[in-house]
């Protein structure tokens, strides 16, 4: 099994809601990934989980909340979220971090209301 | 910034000819990766080069680094239709700590848009 699956593909949510994003791996995976992408615009760095902790926050505001349950499990909680937070959200995976291939997920497309 | 820049940022070819995309970056890598990226879905890993390695082959694909220039090249050889995406090169950086965890992170160049034109 070589995928990164995440739940839900599509999620409208208004600025008052509360909702969480959520990725899964299979692989034995120690670090995971929090991207966010804008339209014709890269993956921008969110978060980076290495064996269940968290080591890199890119300055991300408070309303987008990380959560790692397990070593195969990566959450994002969003709360109180802004219209210009509407993007794609990418979770990716990889054997350890840095220094080798990362597994992406197909993403939610997230739309802020 | 990390951030790469890829040149062009957008390029048409027909079928059948071959693609060239380039990268260039700001600081020391641990290495280089190549993703593409169909229609804003995921993007799917191509070919990763080492900061010690100059050229790698896959298939069709060919990538240079020289470190010395900090620039990447990505040569798609024999276009298909079906090559048509997104490319972003990625760079691989950051400090390394005693507790295995380190800073490393995988930073996104701004990304060539490819059309192949049956």
């Known amino acids: 099994d070589t995928e990164v699956t995440q739940t839900p593909k599509h999620l409208v949510m208004g600025m008052t809601n509360k909702k969480s994003l959520k990725c899964e791996q299979h692989?034995?995976?120690?670090?995971m990934y929090w991207y966010k992408q804008k339209a014709k615009k890269p993956p921008e760095l969110m978060f980076v989980?290495?064996?269940?902790?968290?080591?890199i926050n890119e300055s991300v505001p408070s309303r987008f909340s990380p959560e790692c349950p397990n070593s195969s499990l990566l959450n994002l909680h969003l709360h109180a979220l802004q219209p210009e937070d509407s993007a794609l959200y990418l979770c990716a995976s990889s054997q350890r971090q840095g220094g080798t291939e990362a597994f992406f997920g197909q993403g939610t497309r997230l739309t802020v209301v | 910034s990390q951030q790469g820049e890829e040149d062009p940022q957008a390029l048409s070819i027909q079928e059948g000819e071959n693609a060239t995309m380039n990268c260039s970056y700001k600081?020391?890598?641990?290495?280089l990766q190549w993703y593409r990226q169909n229609s804003g879905r995921g993007l799917v890993h191509l070919i990763l080069i080492r900061s010690n390695e100059r050229e790698k082959h896959s298939g069709r694909l060919r990538v240079t680094l020289d470190t010395s220039k900090k620039s990447s090249s990505l040569l798609i050889t024999a276009s298909r239709a079906a090559d048509t995406a997104s490319y972003f090169c990625a760079t691989d950086w950051g400090v390394n700590s005693y507790s295995g965890a380190g800073s490393y992170q995988l930073t996104f160049g701004k990304g060539t848009k490819l059309s192949v034109i049956p």
């Open positions: 989980y290495s064996y269940e902790k968290l080591s």
């Open positions: 692989m034995g995976h120690r670090a």
């Open positions: 600081t020391s890598i641990n290495n």
